[in-house]
């Protein structure tokens, strides 16, 4: 019953409060990251997505030259499909303009001045593989010659993956026109798709890198990679 | 520290209840919109881009 006794078990009290409090707000944090960052790219990726749409409905723009130059950052550029991992009833993700941080909560990034889809040279996406939205969760079960499609506003892109790997973060050279060759003139129709590796960490990237293999007009119909029968 | 601030609040047991309420509310919305944003940056997980390290193309 001394001061000293008090003092003490004072001390212990705000100490013992202190570290609960500081254990719920960590707690608060993970449900903050494995839940509400997915809530918000969701109603992000269902905004882009009819503004894209909305967009492609209209007639295209007179201007002279690709309709997709030119689209500004955090907007929608295309649709992505990749029917290996997309699960049934899941809608495409739309590809914003953009690798920044804002960019990459909403969906897929699009590096701007890397290929426009169907362009000769290197489309480059990255795109989150955990949390908002994890967009590219299960890049790592894509297989050589899996499809992964890109929707523009006329026309089905379907690419087929030929290579997966696993470079340092700092590999920038998967992302030039030719992959690993900055001075050659591109003469292949890719795409390049980025994201984290392993989950959780950012030791490493996983690349998997696709090539052109059919585009088609969208009046045509959806393509054979998306409607099963390839 | 929270004693100090059960004290505090007006009212009986529901104005007090319903203060703490309101704080804690007012906390995690604080955190939500903009300590959690901050802090997430930090995390490795964020990092999807391949750079030189010299900060361009910026990591997400």
């Not at chain 1, 202190?18 to 969701?42: A, D, K, M, P, R």
């Not at chain 1, 492609?56 to 955090?74: F, Q, S």
């Not at chain 1, 030719?178 to 050659?184: E, I, L």
């Not at chain 2, 490795?44 to 193309?57: C, E, M, N, R």
Request: charged content about 20%; some cysteine; glycine content about 12%.
């Amino acid at each position: 019953m001394s001061g000293a006794g008090d003092a003490v078990r004072a001390f212990l009290r705000g100490l013992g409060q202190t570290l609960i409090t500081l254990g719920l707000v960590v707690l608060l944090f993970c449900g903050y990251e494995v839940y509400f960052t997915n809530v918000y790219t969701s109603k992000e990726q269902s905004r882009l997505g009819d503004d894209l749409r909305e967009q492609w409905a209209e007639p295209a723009a007179d201007k002279p030259g690709p309709v997709l130059v030119g689209t500004a950052l955090g907007t929608g550029l295309a649709e992505l499909w990749i029917p290996r991992v997309d699960m049934v009833g899941d809608q495409a993700k739309v590809v914003v303009e953009g690798v920044g941080h804002e960019d990459l909560k909403r969906g897929p990034g699009h590096y701007p001045g890397s290929a426009l889809p169907g362009q000769v040279g290197n489309v480059v996406v990255s795109g989150h593989r955990t949390t908002y939205g994890a967009p590219f969760n299960r890049l790592d079960e894509l297989r050589v010659g899996d499809a992964v499609v890109v929707e523009t506003r006329d026309t089905w892109f379907t690419y087929r993956v030929v290579r997966q790997q696993i470079v340092a973060p700092t590999a920038v050279e998967v992302t030039y026109p030719v992959p690993g060759d900055k001075t050659a003139k591109p003469v292949k129709k890719l795409l390049t798709l980025t994201t984290c590796n392993p989950k959780y960490s950012a030791k490493t990237r996983l690349i998997i890198t696709a090539e052109l293999q059919t585009a088609l007009a969208k009046s045509a119909g959806e393509p054979p990679a998306l409607t099963g029968s390839a | 520290m929270y004693g100090f601030l059960w004290r505090l609040f007006p009212g009986g047991v529901v104005g007090k209840l319903l203060c703490s309420l309101l704080l804690a509310a007012l906390v995690v919305v604080l955190l939500f919109l903009y300590v959690f944003p901050q802090v997430e940056q930090l995390l490795p997980f964020q990092d999807v881009t391949v750079d030189s390290g010299t900060g361009a193309p910026a990591g997400g």
